[in-house]
């Protein structure tokens, strides 16, 4: 049995829950978001115990495959209708910079031009600083804010000798020593 399928999947009170043969409706204070998910696997709405449950056919590869997958999926959505996903990117470098124009985002990154991102439908950027190098993205769904923020960090990468770039808050960037010049003789 699929250790993450088996649990269940916890429901707040505010949170509406509509399954309608393979395609699932969550509608929480944040936004409305659906997902069609494979006909074999067994969703079901415990609205007594607050939960949703699922259940996987039979033991084949592929059941065992979306069994988690599903559950996870429908788990993101709970999460995101009720307190949403957060990126935060920061920008390195002289001259670097983010600024708003309107809904969208505009990088300053060491090219000629300007980089301009829309964010889609659902998704809000922000520039968290006024010297413009903090960036975040929010949104309920959490596939549609991670694919944004990337776009976002494929903008100009951070290279490995200065540093310089979009990278997420968190992460780590390896560095690499630059050429050294032996005194050979």
Known sequence: M??????????????????A???????????????????????????AAKAITVARPNDERTSRALHGLTRTLINNMVVGVTTGFTKKLKIEGLG???RMDKKSVVLSVGFANQITHTPPEGVTVE????EGTQIQVKGADKQ????????????RK????????????????????????????
């Open 144 to 155: 549609k804010v991670g694919q944004f923020a990337a776009e976002i960090r494929a903008s």
């Open 127 to 130: 520039v968290l600083d006024k």
């Open 2 to 19: 699929s250790r993450i399928g088996k649990q269940s999947i916890p429901v707040p009170g505010d949170v509406k829950i509509n399954i």
């Open 96 to 98: 670097y910079q983010a």
């Open 158 to 185: 951070p290279e490995p000798y200065k540093g310089k770039g979009i990278r997420y808050e968190n992460e780590v960037i390896r560095r690499k020593e630059g050429k050294s010049f032996a005194s050979g003789g």
């Open 21 to 47: 043969g393979s395609k699932i409706v969550v509608e929480g204070k944040k936004d409305k978001l659906e997902l069609s998910f494979n006909p074999t696997m067994i969703v079901k709405h415990d609205a």
